[in-house]
């Protein structure tokens, strides 16, 4: 079964700095999709960034970017020039392809608070 | 504006008394479907939609119920709520399935 871990429940940073977020992943699949949603206090699910497997590039949306090593599984997110308005929990997800179903496979989450 | 809709967004409720989540998508997506959030255990996967009149269990489907008899509708049913279903529910939809999937901003249920 597929399986996504996120090592760092918290973190912090200072307020203009760069932080990453570490993601790894669990998968005998060869195609599939990896995303990171933001939930702030609000606790609204909001997509960050997406990347799809097959794409050797990684993607990036505009402060934040991602290391996709698909080798290693591993997928962790890059947030630069941090923002207070970054504070919240970050999830990694899997897509699984089982059958129908285009079921996310979630980590439990890393808490980011951004200092000013 | 291009929205998932989740209603009650905040419900209390006593045992065995029935209730509907609704959930409602204006993107014409395809896919729909049901998640709860629950510290410790992150989102699970309830029930899914891939089209009208087509849904299918997630992993965590016992005590609930779904129908998806128009495209842009998904509601969720307890019929007969426990404590043990207190949680944060999230739908989310997508295109096909294949596409990001786009979430609603949550229901917080608390069953008594």
């Known amino acids: 079964a597929q399986t996504v871990t996120q090592s760092q429940p918290e973190m912090s940073v200072q307020e203009a700095e760069t932080v990453t977020l570490s993601c790894t992943y669990d998968?005998?699949?060869?195609?599939?999709?990896l995303f990171w949603y933001k939930q702030p206090p609000s606790r609204q699910m909001i997509l960050v960034i997406r990347?799809?497997?097959?794409k050797q590039q990684n993607a990036t949306e505009n402060r934040f970017s991602v290391n996709f090593q698909k080798a290693a599984k591993s997928f962790s997110l890059k947030i630069s020039d941090s923002q207070l308005g970054d504070t919240a929990m970050y999830f990694c997800?899997?897509?699984?392809?089982?059958?129908?179903?285009?079921?996310?496979?979630w980590g439990l989450g890393t808490s980011l608070a951004v200092n000013p | 504006e291009a929205q998932v809709t989740q209603n009650p967004r905040y419900l209390i409720t006593v045992t065995g008394k029935k209730l509907t989540v609704t959930c409602s998508q204006n993107?014409?997506?395809?896919?729909m479907s049901w998640y709860r959030q629950d510290p410790g255990l992150g989102l699970r996967q309830i029930y899914y939609?891939?089209?009208?009149?087509?849904?299918d269990k997630g992993d965590v489907p016992e005590g609930y119920k779904v129908s998806r008899k128009e495209k842009r509708n998904f509601p969720l049913i307890l019929e007969s709520p426990s404590p043990n279903q207190t949680s944060l529910y999230f739908c989310?939809?997508?295109?096909?399935?294949?596409?990001?999937?786009?979430f609603g901003p949550g229901t917080r249920l608390l069953v008594l």
């Open positions: 990347q799809e497997a097959y």
């Open positions: 997800a899997f897509m699984d392809h089982a059958g129908n179903n285009r079921k996310l496979i």
């Open positions: 993107m014409n997506h395809e896919y």
């Open positions: 989310a939809s997508s295109l096909t399935g294949e596409e990001t999937q786009y």
């Open positions: 939609s891939m089209n009208v009149e087509v849904t």
């Open positions: 998968t005998s699949e060869n195609n599939y999709y």
